[in-house]
């Protein structure tokens, strides 16, 4: 059994979306930069930009200018895509994996 955190090629699918990662990354820190995001979530920049993007114009998130920084807030009352989930929320969501 693998008992590292590293997944190999048999482990390398988890439960929870880059979506759900990068709303993770935001409720921990609302000032995290995309790098960091990158970095934890395990994807390029450009593929957070793109995930920051589509939660935006999905209301899931708001992102706001402070100076130099982003600050994200995440709308936890917005229900959960799928249709099999959609009787719960994001916030609900957070509450399970925040740590």
Known sequence: MNTNRTPDASTAWTFISNHGHVLVCI?????????????AVGVTERAVQRILRELEEASVIVRTRQGRRTHYEVNEGVPL?????????VGELLRVVRS
């Open 81 to 89: 895509r799928h249709p099999i989930e959609a009787q719960h929320s």
């Open 27 to 39: 409720v921990r820190d609302p000032n995290v930069r995309v790098r960091e995001i990158a970095q």
